[in-house]
């Protein structure tokens, strides 16, 4: 039951996450419903989803941390104008 939980959870998070309009967003969102999976596979004791989704959550920090960077840029460019 308690692993149903974690994956219905997970799912829905991931769903919403397709609706969201920026990119940051839907990797963060991404972030946490793969972390449900995470969890929901341990659970489970599915070797395949658990990893999976701890590469996805790599993967998306890596994208999270290029993203805030690139902003990051964007507004010292900025300064340098004014």
């Known amino acids: ?3 149903e939980v974690f994956g219905i959870i997970a799912g829905v998070l991931m769903l919403i996450s397709f609706a969201m309009p920026k990119q940051l ?3 963060l969102l ?3 419903a793969c972390s449900f ?3 929901y596979g341990l659970l489970l004791t599915a070797w395949s989803l658990w990893i999976l989704n701890t590469i996805m959550i790599l993967i998306n920090i890596y ?3 290029k993203l805030l960077r690139g902003r990051n840029r964007e507004t ?3 300064i340098k104008k004014d």
Do not use: N, S
Request: glycine share 6%; charged share 10%.
């Open 1 to 3: 039951m308690l692993a």
């Open 25 to 27: 967003y839907i990797r």
């Open 30 to 32: 991404g972030v946490v």
């Open 37 to 39: 999976f995470v969890v």
């Open 63 to 65: 994208y999270i941390i």
């Open 76 to 78: 010292q460019a900025e």
